[in-house]
């Protein structure tokens, strides 16, 4: 049987899974490789900071998260690539209220940013840090 998430090691295996499948695939591997290059080890203690903070309430990230991703080479493809690895990874880890919720979250960011994306690519307004 499965269980929540519950504790940072948890958050951990979450990020470190999910990214490894991200740094695997034929879609996203080289958009996420040409911008975090050799700073894997700094951009993923920052995911453990931001989920950290979003599924344990635990408030250890600040920062921005839109800003990085404004101007990246991204549309509904990528996005929907990286949903289903990003659920597909929670579900073959994890059960419960917090796996639903990292879920939940993860579609929300993922229309949120699309969207945010679509609007900066289309108007002369740079976004706000």
Do not use: C
Not at 82 to 107: C, H, P, S, Y
């Amino acid at each position: 049987m499965k269980k929540d998430i519950k504790t940072i090691d948890d958050i951990k295996l979450m990020v470190d899974n999910f990214y490894g499948k991200i740094r695997e695939d034929d879609l996203l591997a080289d958009i996420f490789n040409d911008v975090i290059e050799d700073r894997w080890s700094q951009h993923l203690e920052k995911m453990y900071r931001f989920w950290q903070t979003v599924l344990l309430e635990e408030h250890t990230y600040y920062g921005s998260p839109f800003i990085p991703h404004a101007k990246l080479p991204i549309d509904g493809i990528h996005f929907d690539k990286w949903l289903t690895i990003f659920n597909d990874t929670v579900d073959n880890l994890f059960e419960g209220e917090k796996a639903t919720r990292a879920k939940w979250q993860g579609q929300r960011m993922a229309e949120m940013f699309q969207s945010k994306i679509e609007y900066y690519r289309n108007s002369s307004s740079i976004p706000i840090v």
